[in-house]
């Protein structure tokens, strides 16, 4: 999976919080934090929020691929 995240091009994003101005109502929240060469780099996002790098976006559908195949 490091290889698909670096591929995606996660560790070249902003770090940082990407929330919309109205935060509510039935959005998954995701915060995600990688490590690479000891340095970390922490993201926070909902869903639907054009602010996003797409890179986000990316490395976050390549963890939730990841987490299910894991069940």
């Known amino acids: 999976m ?3 995240l670096v591929a995606a091009g996660i560790y070249g994003a902003q ?3 990407y929330l ?3 935060t509510c109502c039935d959005r998954q929240t995701y915060e995600l934090t990688l490590t690479r060469g000891g340095k ?4 926070v996002t909902m ?3 054009e602010s996003a790098p ?4 990316t490395a976050i559908g390549l963890v939730q691929r990841y987490a299910n195949a894991a069940k």
């Open 2 to 4: 490091s290889n698909a």
């Open 15 to 17: 770090t940082g919080s």
């Open 20 to 22: 919309p101005a109205n």
């Open 40 to 43: 970390s780099y922490s993201f």
């Open 47 to 49: 869903d639907s929020t």
């Open 54 to 57: 797409p890179q986000l976006m």
